[in-house]
């Protein structure tokens, strides 16, 4: 089979934007007192863009805390499963590389999983244009914890079975790819904020099938590989229920 590509992995989510709403986790509270403190600013009142914002799950915790929100979805599937989901929350087609937004005219801007589907070279600029000064970008992914086993055990599964995104580390994460920033105009802070969830092992395996890496190699290898994760996962937690536990991986830049 052939590597699939950068594109198809990034638009692989549109036919499973229901399945992603449903499973994917959310994020913690201590997750958003972070970037309002790396950012020293609140994100009440703040115009926060949410971009890739996908199915509205990190969009609709910026609404909570009192933020005056705006989605940027490339995806028409992802796009109509916010919609449903967010009817009072604007969106719009767009992505990274190419923002249809006026020059300085957020406060915030964020990408929840999102931001290793850009390309740096296009995207910094564009976030630089689109800030204000004293604005912040903020990057974050739930990741795979290196001290937990029985995640560890399932990362080399997944690994050995299917590979691992070019732009993203064993544990999920963007964030080394953040880091080598191309254009050098950005200084990230770096943190880690630890949470965890209790879910049903078929919530569990619908979240983690999810991921682009299970949806490009297409329905039969990924139920192969499901069903002998459950499998596995039943004989360690015989109960049917799991804690995940994740990282999330934070990264905070501001603007002069």
Known sequence: ???????????SFNAA?????????????ALFDTIEELADHPLT???VIDIGAGTGIATALLSRRGADVLAVEPGEGMAAQFRNAHPDIPIVRGNGNALPLADASADFLTY?????WTDPTHSVPEALRVLRPGGALALW??????DIPWHIEQAR???????VHPAVEQNGSGAKAALADPTGNLDFTHRKVRWSRRVPID???????SHSIFLVHGTEASTAFLTEEKRLL???????????TYDVDLLVATTP
């Open 203 to 209: 919530t569990h395996l619908a979240n983690i099938g």
């Open 157 to 163: 599964r997944i690994e050995r079975r299917f590979g």
């Open 141 to 146: 992914w739930n990741t795979t914890p290196l």
């Open 234 to 244: 039943l004989n360690a937690f015989p109960g049917g229920i799991i804690e995940e």
């Open 112 to 116: 929840a999983q999102a931001w290793h």
């Open 45 to 47: 009142g703040a115009r």
């Open 17 to 29: 934007a229901a399945q992603y709403a449903a499973n994917r986790p959310s994020y913690p509270p």
């Open 1 to 11: 089979m052939t590597a699939p590509s950068h594109a198809d992995r990034a638009s």
